[in-house]
């Protein structure tokens, strides 16, 4: 629809590949994902093996190190991540001049960018020691900042971390224990929890994934690479459609408006997604998407739930996959149909949901920003475009436009 011969690109030939659909800009050893068949490896391992076996600290040593650990290398690695799990005193009191009830994506997107400030000593990008120190803090450390947006988003005093638990132990422990008051930490919330971030803990070059590969491409520090990873997951077509999902269900509230809804999402002049449907890579089905169907079954059953959401998400899916609209275009449930489901019955709160995505893929952000600054792949990330705008012309004096 426009004229593409322009100036730029009578200097060479380039691709137009709108959303990089079918562009790889890296190179990687991590994550390998077969969306025709339905395919997720990390390091060459199916993720239905990790989700059944692993838990979320062996997975991430997995991601950050391309072996499983042998039992040393476990427990160096889980006490190295708890010998981490402070924050400096100062970045709490950064965190508490936020207004209380700002999102907590906002405060965790900060709180991330602040640490460039507050570790600014040890950042150098080209120095492997600095590079496995900021690794490490930042896995540690996020669910201290999770859970202490957290409360602050609720208007309790913050947790420090408790470093005789385990890291969801840990995590749950931080946001819903009050100081010096016992708290029980809920082992099938902790079991919960940690299979939904091994289930986000990497999924290749995603939008957020991509983002913090092109602030780190620059050189920039580790921990703005990250803030600007976060920034990037908040939106509603990524890590913000768990929060979309729920929002949605409780706007459909009944079985018998899903027609309605379904006819809205296939709309084309209605802006309504079915959220939690479609994937850009996933042609077939969401591998993570079968694992959190079944695991929302069991955590409810063994929370002694019944939330009537899981009915209608079920009947959602039931009534969509058989959808010609859907079937066409190959739309399926993804991981975030159904884990924001998980998430509420483990009393989070919606807003939570993508701070919750965002601890968990800081693994993944961390072992591609390291595999990047590791291998060959450092080059500066720079797209062009194809221009559209004015042909070159003179300029005129603003008495006389
Ligand atoms: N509801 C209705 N129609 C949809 C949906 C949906 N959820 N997703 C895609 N479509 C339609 C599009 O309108 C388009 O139709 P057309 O060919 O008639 O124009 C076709 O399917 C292809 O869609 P694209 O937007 O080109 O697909 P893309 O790969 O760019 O987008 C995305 C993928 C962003 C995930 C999209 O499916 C979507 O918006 N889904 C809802 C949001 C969501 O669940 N995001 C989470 C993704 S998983 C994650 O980030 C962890």
């Known amino acids: 629809t426009f004229d593409i011969k322009t100036l730029h690109q009578q200097t060479g030939y380039f691709t137009y590949d709108s959303g990089f659909a079918a562009t790889a800009a890296c190179t990687s050893d991590i994550t390998f994902i077969d969306g025709q068949e339905g395919v997720l490896l990390y390091r060459g391992y199916p993720i239905e093996q990790l989700a059944e076996n692993s838990n979320f600290m062996e997975v991430s040593y997995l991601l950050l190190n391309g072996e499983l650990p042998t039992s040393q290398e476990y427990d160096d690695f889980t006490s190295l991540i708890t010998r981490h799990t402070m924050v400096h005193e100062k970045i709490r009191s950064f965190m508490k001049g ?46 201290t900042v999770a859970a202490a947006v957290y409360k602050n988003y609720i208007g309790q005093p913050i947790m420090y971390p408790n470093n005789s638990l385990n890291f969801t ?22 079991k919960a929890l940690d299979l939904l971030f091994i289930l986000h803990a990497d999924h290749e070059q995603n939008a957020s ?46 079985v018998s408006q899903i027609d309605k809804f379904i006819a809205k999402a296939k709309d084309k002049d209605d802006p309504f997604r079915l959220m939690g449907f479609g994937h850009r890579v996933y042609k077939n ?9 079944k695991a929302t079954h069991d955590v409810l059953d063994a929370l002694g ?36 489901i998980i998430y509420k019955a483990l009393n989070i709160p919606v807003q939570m949901f993508t701070v919750m995505f965002a601890l968990a893929r800081t693994v993944g952000w961390t072992a591609q920003w390291l595999e990047q600054h590791e291998t060959a792949d450092t080059r500066i990330g720079r797209p062009r475009q194809v221009y559209r705008g004015a042909k070159k012309r003179d300029f005129v004096a603003r008495h006389k436009r």
């Not at 092109?214 to 920039?220: C, E, I, N, P, Q």
């Not at 591998?287 to 959190?292: S, V």
Request: proline share 8%; aromatic share 10%; glycine share 6%.
């Open 209 to 254: 994934t991509s983002t913090v590969r092109l602030v780190g491409s620059t050189g920039a520090n580790p921990y703005a690479s990250i803030a600007g990873g976060i920034a990037s997951l908040w939106g509603p077509a990524h890590g913000g459609a768990n929060e979309a999902v729920l929002n949605m269900l409780d706007e459909i509230g009944d």
């Open 169 to 190: 132990e840990r995590l749950l422990h931080m946001m819903y224990g009050v100081p010096a008051e016992p708290y029980e930490v809920n082992p099938v919330a902790a």
């Open 98 to 143: 936020f207004q209380y009830d700002a999102h907590p994506m906002a405060m965790m997107m900060s709180v991330v960018g602040s640490f460039a400030a507050f570790y600014h000593n040890d950042t150098d990008v080209n120095n492997p020691k600095d590079r496995h120190l900021a690794a490490i803090r930042l896995i540690a450390k996020m669910p």
């Open 305 to 340: 739930i019944d939330d009537p959401r899981l009915e209608l998400a079920m009947k959602l899916e039931d009534i969509a996959l058989k959808d010609p609209y859907f079937v066409e275009r190959k739309l399926y449930p993804n991981v975030d149909f159904y884990s924001g």
């Open 285 to 293: 089905f969401d591998p993570r998407a079968t694992i959190i169907r």
